[in-house]
């Protein structure tokens, strides 16, 4: 066989492994994931809130997924948010934005990135927003602005905590200067949020990146994040290409954003609820007594507290 033939011949090869890559629509319907051992049984993750049991790496999940495990199954109530009027801008390229939108409310059954809820954590009643990744990155537009509004407005009409769980990638540029001025917007919002004394807590989760990172996500009272979450504003790439400096292994995740100041606390799935009662608890002495407070809620407090001086 002479060298032709073998370039031919790899060329070939290559084809095939090409062809044969399922589709992302493939992928979303198979029966398993893939983490650092090879494929999982979704069912399987699925019992184990999604994380995996070797690696540790807690796997996207959706907005019903996400109230689900923090609350307990259907145990909150979806709030309709407003809807302002899609595709403002009648954008356009490879495919146009009212495509992408109407794809994007098939896949994840929302109308927006995302959703708000209201429920109970350890008797207290809190208002709680989620981001869906797949609903176009998470990124946010008007809709998932007024949403966040919403629910911040929600939460001050009954006097409850703000709890967000951020993901995303940033602002959604089909909507250009309209998105961005849900950064000031959402801000604004915050700041009535504070006014009233009310907490707001926010959980980052895989990925929280772009604009929401340089907006409501850093903007809380107190910062939690879930384990090996990514966390940054640009990408890693473009401040390597910018500083010309090799970053560490882990920057940008949320170990690594935690030493640096930006997250109070990383915590496991499945300890949220606990922590977050706990500490919600003591911002409004509701309960107990703080002095009865459980002593690993204290520590809680006091590696806040450290984190923050
Ligand atoms: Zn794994």
Known sequence: MNWITKVLKFGEKIKTAIKKRPSKEEIANSDWISCCKGPVLKKELEANLWVCDLCGKHHRINCKQRFDIFFGNNNYEILQTPLPKDDPLNWKDSKSYKD??????????????????????????????????????????????????????????????????TSGGGMRMFESLIALSQMTRTTLAINELKKNNLPYIVVLTDPTAGGISASFAMLGDITFAEPGALVAFAGKRVIQATVKEELPEDFQKSEYVEKCGFIDLIVPRKDLNKKIGSLLSILLKKNSDISSVSNEASEDIAQITKTAS
């Open 100 to 165: 992408r939108l109407n794809d994007a409310r098939k896949k994840t059954g929302q109308d927006c990135a995302v959703m708000i809820v209201k429920s109970k954590v350890d008797n207290i009643n809190v208002t709680v927003g989620a981001f869906d990744f797949s609903f176009i990155g998470a990124s946010v537009g008007a809709a998932e602005g007024e949403a966040i509004i919403y629910g911040i407005q929600h939460a001050i009409d009954n006097q409850n905590p703000f709890i967000l769980f």
